[in-house]
């Protein structure tokens, strides 16, 4: 896992808790922003998770040479 899977991830987390917490007191604000945190977590997850398949494929490919 690269840096940039553990940060979006957690970013997920968060925003789902804020969501929720948001939900639970009724503050519309709070629940967009869990939402938006979501959103750009899983962004950032995607885009490590890409990373690290380009760098495995790369690796692959080295070791058939």
Do not use: F, P
Request: aromatic share 2%.
């Amino acid at each position: 896992m690269n840096k940039h899977q553990v940060e979006g991830r957690a970013d997920q987390v968060k925003g789902k808790v804020k969501e929720a917490t948001g939900k639970l007191t009724g503050n519309e604000s709070l629940k967009q922003e869990g939402r938006a945190d979501q959103a750009a977590g899983k962004t950032q997850a995607t885009y490590g998770d890409i990373k690290e398949d380009v760098k495995d494929s790369i690796k692959k490919g080295a070791d058939k040479l």
